[in-house]
């Protein structure tokens, strides 16, 4: 096994390459406002940026509105600073994916009773992914995701999935890990900032149910609360 690849480093060197040219073009899948907050607010001074909003994972039809919703606010909000001059960078646009849970649930079939950071995310990474690859079409320079802003998702993993589904489509993916150099910290300063809906589970109903029991086990919550269901609501 090689040495360990710094994909943050990885990004400045293609940025540093690009600095004195007209700025690339960057389809940037995103998971959520606060996780796209930080990234925004890096990458639209180097690339124009276009965010694709594509979760099919998020398989409450209210949770996924709500969150759509904050990402659209925060990028009308980076759009206005910009133009205002309050900002420096590149306005920012925004594609609504199609919202289909049902893809979900096809792509983890047989792996639901796995946990969190499993084979299961791992499936649902590439689903994502995958899509924004396709979705790319001949207008964008690279893809990317913010999910590697989190400490809880695995950088090598997306990366590695992000680079196969290059390769698959013939097209470049922008290796990162936004969590770097305090990235993470800068996400919840701007989620305070603007007021942004943190939610505390990815968007799953596994992930939800995970989460509600760890509350109950540090009694944050009562046992009779948690839901103890995976009901598929489209």
């Given at each position: 096994m090689?040495?360990?690849?710094n994909?943050?480093?990885?990004?400045?060197?293609?940025?540093?390459?690009s600095?004195?040219?007209?700025?690339?073009?960057?389809?940037?899948?995103?998971?959520?406002?606060?996780c796209?907050?930080h990234?925004?607010?890096?990458?639209?001074?180097?690339?124009?940026v276009?965010?694709?909003?594509?979760?099919?994972n998020?398989?409450?039809?209210?949770?996924?509105?709500?969150?759509?919703?904050?990402?659209?606010?925060?990028?009308?909000?980076?759009n206005?600073?910009?133009?205002?001059?309050?900002r420096?960078?590149?306005p920012?646009?925004?594609?609504?994916?199609?919202y289909?849970?049902?893809?979900?649930?096809e792509?983890?079939?047989?792996?639901?009773?796995?946990g969190?950071?499993?084979?299961?995310?791992?499936?649902?990474f590439?689903?994502?992914?995958e899509?924004?690859?396709?979705?790319?079409?001949?207008?964008?320079?690279?893809?990317?995701?913010?999910?590697t802003?989190?400490?809880?998702?695995?950088?090598?993993k997306?990366?590695?999935?992000?680079?196969?589904?290059?390769?698959?489509y013939?097209?470049?993916?922008?290796?990162?890990?936004?969590k770097k150099k305090?990235?993470?910290?800068r996400?919840?300063?701007?989620?305070?900032?603007?007021?942004?809906?943190?939610?505390d589970?990815?968007?799953?109903g596994?992930?939800?149910m995970e989460r509600e029991?760890?509350?109950?086990?540090?009694?944050?919550?009562?046992?009779?609360l948690?839901?103890?269901?995976?009901?598929?609501?489209?």
């Amino acid at each position: 096994m090689g040495p360990k690849r710094n994909y943050q480093s990885e990004l400045e060197k293609i940025i540093k390459r690009s600095n004195h040219e007209e700025p690339p073009t960057l389809l940037l899948h995103a998971c959520c406002a606060p996780c796209s907050s930080h990234c925004l607010e890096y990458l639209c001074k180097h690339f124009k940026v276009t965010v694709y909003y594509y979760n099919p994972n998020i398989t409450a039809g209210a949770e996924y509105r709500k969150r759509v919703a904050e990402e659209k606010r925060l990028i009308a909000a980076f759009n206005s600073e910009i133009i205002w001059g309050e900002r420096e960078g590149n306005p920012i646009a925004i594609r609504e994916g199609n919202y289909d849970p049902r893809r979900f649930y096809e792509a983890i079939r047989g792996l639901e009773d796995l946990g969190e950071g499993s084979e299961r995310c791992f499936k649902c990474f590439e689903l994502r992914l995958e899509q924004t690859a396709r979705a790319m079409g001949d207008g964008y320079d690279y893809f990317t995701t913010t999910l590697t802003i989190s400490p809880l998702k695995n950088a090598d993993k997306l990366n590695e999935i992000g680079e196969r589904m290059a390769e698959k489509y013939g097209v470049k993916w922008l290796p990162s890990d936004f969590k770097k150099k305090e990235g993470y910290k800068r996400s919840i300063e701007l989620s305070e900032k603007y007021d942004l809906y943190r939610q505390d589970y990815c968007g799953c109903g596994y992930s939800k149910m995970e989460r509600e029991r760890e509350k109950v086990r540090r009694g944050e919550m009562p046992a009779v609360l948690v839901t103890g269901t995976t009901q598929k609501i489209y």
